[in-house]
């Protein structure tokens, strides 16, 4: 069975950083993505990045150049590296797993969430 445990979220004021972490568990197989969504109070899930068993990753328009996704297999450990931190990045954080590019209707597997608040 696959676990996945978001932390690592806060509050942080505009212009900060944050590193989001999720540590998985279970047998996930190397062909499917890895990925960062997120949700807003009265919005629809949005993806944020991805990274796959290629090396590459894909990230929204919204936070290129600004957030980073890497994954650290030794310790099974997915993390989002979040730099100049807008109030407009506001939202539940989520990891996911088992899925395809940023299409988050095809992510099997889902961590719990964690909040990152940006204030102005």
């Known amino acids: 069975q696959v676990q996945l445990v978001n932390t690592g979220g806060g509050s942080v004021q505009s212009g900060g950083s944050l590193r989001l972490s999720c540590v998985y568990s279970?047998?996930?197989?190397?062909?499917?993505?890895m990925g960062w969504f997120r949700q807003a109070p009265g919005k629809e899930r949005e993806a944020v990045a991805r990274t796959s068993s290629d090396g590459t990753s894909m990230y929204a328009d919204s936070v290129k150049g600004r957030f980073t996704i890497s994954q650290d297999n030794s310790k099974n450990t997915l993390y989002l590296q979040m730099n100049s931190l807008k109030s407009e990045d506001t939202a539940m954080y989520y990891c996911a797993a088992g899925g395809s590019e940023l299409a988050s209707k095809t992510y099997a597997y889902w961590g719990q969430g964690t909040q990152v608040t940006v204030s102005s």
């Open positions: 279970g047998r996930i197989f190397s062909r499917y993505c």
